[in-house]
């Protein structure tokens, strides 16, 4: 198994920054990409980024992109989400996941394992 520890969250101003930060250990070596998503307040969870290891690649869902940051951390397995000009709407839990590289990106389906998630609170 695989276990992720998500860290980094908390409550934040409207145009503040906050890194989130996703440290992976157990049997890393299944690890094919590791993804953030997050839910925010009555909607469903959704996709944000992930890093892809085989290629060092990295997507992001079109709402962020511009201003949100994905990249590995340092040497660990871990990668980190470095998220600026937060908004309100940004305001739910994000949850680290993992799994292989095979299916959509997006899809909650196609990852393994799950963090317990880490509570980003925007306000105005």
């Known amino acids: 198994q695989v276990q992720l520890a998500e860290s980094g969250g908390g409550s934040v101003q409207a145009g503040d920054s906050l890194r989130l930060s996703c440290v992976a250990s157990?049997?890393?070596?299944?690890?094919?990409?590791m993804a953030w998503f997050r839910q925010t307040p009555g909607k469903e969870r959704e996709f944000v980024a992930v890093?892809?290891?085989?290629?060092?690649?990295?997507y992001y869902a079109d709402f962020v992109k511009g201003w949100f940051t994905l990249s590995r951390d340092g040497g660990k397995v871990a990668v980190a989400l470095q998220m600026s000009s937060l908004l309100p709407e940004d305001t739910g839990v994000y949850y680290c996941?993992?799994?292989?590289?095979?299916?959509?990106?997006?899809?909650?389906?196609?990852?393994?394992?799950w963090g317990r998630g880490t509570q980003v609170t925007v306000s105005s």
């Open positions: 996941a993992d799994g292989p590289n095979k299916g959509q990106n997006s899809r909650e389906v196609y990852y393994a394992y």
């Open positions: 157990g049997r890393i070596f299944s690890i094919g990409r």
């Open positions: 890093y892809v290891w085989s290629n060092m690649t990295t």
